[in-house]
Each structure stands twice: as C-alpha cells, then as structure tokens.
C-alpha cells in the first residue's frame, strides 16, 4: 500500500531526538571511491549544520569518502544525532564481486543490532543494493544520475518502498542534450562511458539515444571501463577513449565517468579543444571552468545538500521517506568557457552569450 501522499501532511525540520530520548544514529554505504560522493557528503552535512541538527568545524579538503565519514563520527557536535563510525560498507571500487558480502553485512548489522536509523546511500550501486534489500531502515539515495533508470526508485513520484527516497531530475539529461543540438546543431555526437548496465546509467546512454532519435543525428561512442579497477587505469582508459572520438565526431557529450576527476578533467578539456570539437558538460559548470565548453550552470551545491538534509530532518521527525517529494529541477541557466569557444572557433550566438548566468575565460 502507497503511503499517505506528502501533500496530506507537513513535517518539520527541527532538530529533535528520538522518542526514547537517544539519538539518530546514521550508517554510511558509498558504492566506490569517487570525487562526487565527499563533495555530496559534505553539502549534506553543511545542510544539516543550517538547520541546526549537527555542528562541525572545517572539513580538510581531500578527504575521501571513509576518511570523510571518520571525521565526522570523531569531530560532529551533536545533540540530536551521530555519524556512527562503524557503520561505512564499500564494495571496493565499484566491485560487483563484492556486492553481495557487503549487502550481507549491512543486513546482518540492522538484524542483530538494530543499532542503525538511517542509511545515506551514495551512488547508484548503493542505492540499488538497498533497494533490492527492501530498504530495511531509511534509505537517502545521494549523487546518482538516474535513480528511475537504474531502477532504484519505481518512478519520479514513488519510491516504491516506505523506507526509500532518492532525489529524482526528470529529463534532465535529455534537456541538456536539446540545449547542446540547439546551440550547435551537430550530425554526429561522442559519448564515452563504460558499456554496462551501471556504466550506461551514469552517463545517461538512454537519454542521448532518444534524444539522437528525436533531432535525428548520429551516436558514436567508445567503452571506457571503469569499475573493479584502480582509479588510475579509469583515467587512461577514459583518455584514451576521448583521443579516439574526438576525430570522429561533430560535438562532444562529456558524460559522468569514473575516470573524469577534477584532476583529469583539464586533459579531457584539452584533447576535445585541440579537435576543435564543442563539447558539452553532464556534470556541470565546475568542468566548464576546466576547459569544457559549455554546459547548464551548477545550481549552488548547498541548496543540493539542504534538500538530502531537509529530507533527512522530516525523516527523524516522523515522515515516511516514500512519503516526501523526490523531485529536484536544476535551473535552466548555462555556463560558458569564451577563452574555448575563441580557441575551437565557435562563435556563440548572442542571444545564448546573453542567456550564460556563468561564463568562464
């Protein structure tokens, strides 16, 4: 039976203890090591400081997921809440042969213990392991392109389980490729993504092919793999890759891939320019400050993290997670690197110079 719609009821976000009196204690599941997961897990945090549930001094940049999550079970104030510091499960590095000991040990940790509220999933391993457990405790699916796609969630609307939320971007990507093919209208555009069923839902494969149907261009990709290796073989296969269609194709889709990072993103950047190829950014403008051309503007990351913390705070104050909006629409505002534009010859046209809420040199 579908829960109580959340239009029926309203729940507050102040802080406040369990009805026993002890805390929430919050789990950790993050899927592998990736750059988007402690940037998340960090806004997520910073939401909950601003509604005043936890209090945290500076985080060092760097951290990864674990040593993020440890710092938060040693340093986070509190009198409402805990990070509980043995309560992180990873399966390596987005490795499918350990999923399954991993699943195990999270529900042999809620059967014996019941020591565990609520769980923050990071990613779309993790969301759909929890998933498929039946979401034992509440779930926050965090940073994962298509909650609906992967089949996390039923639909934008419903969770499909009580204890699961996910925050849901319809036709997001789909957007995003239109905007590119309006601005430049390319016959052939290159993806890059690892071809696997996660692989194609992290770089949304299924949007572009619609959309390719739909305004009737051509798809040229090439696979990267990405999971069960290290990180450093990720970024060579995801180069390697971006070298090879660069020469193939009129416009770039620079997808989410593992192998991308905030360090490798620059080189990625410079291969597509040196192609004279435009390119557009999945993730964001934080690419298009590296080098990309153009993509949507970032929404400012702490609103992203007030709604997982908002989410969060209804939670412990009596809400069903199937029973809030799942929904969250990035603003229609475009980010713009000139000194790539000048450097490819693309000559944006006035009316987008004029639209670009954030432009780069």
Known sequence: MQATPASARVFPTTPQRRPDGHKWRIGYFESGDYTEYPRTLRVIVAGLQQLGW????DMPDGLSGHQMWQFLADHAKSDTLEFVADAWWQPGNFEASKRPAVRQAITDRLRTKHDIDLIIAM???AGQDMAALGAPVPTIVASTSDAVGARIVKSVQDSGLDNLHARVQPERYQRQVRLFHDIVPFKTLGIVYEDSPEGRTYSAVDAVEQVAKEQQFKVVSCDARANGIELKAATENVLNCYRQIAGKADAIYVTV????????VGEVARIVRDAKVPSFSMLGSDEVR?????????ADYSY???????????IFNGALPRQLNQVWIDPAKIAL???TARTIGFDPPVDILLAADEVYE
């Open 54 to 57: 936890v209090k945290v001094a």
């Open 123 to 125: 990613g779309t391993l």
């Open 257 to 264: 891939h593992r192998g991308i990072t905030p360090d490798s």
């Open 290 to 298: 590296k080098g990309v051309l153009m993509s949507l503007a970032q």
């Open 304 to 314: 992203v993290g007030l709604f997982y913390a908002e989410t969060m705070a209804r």
């Open 337 to 339: 690197n000139l000194q």
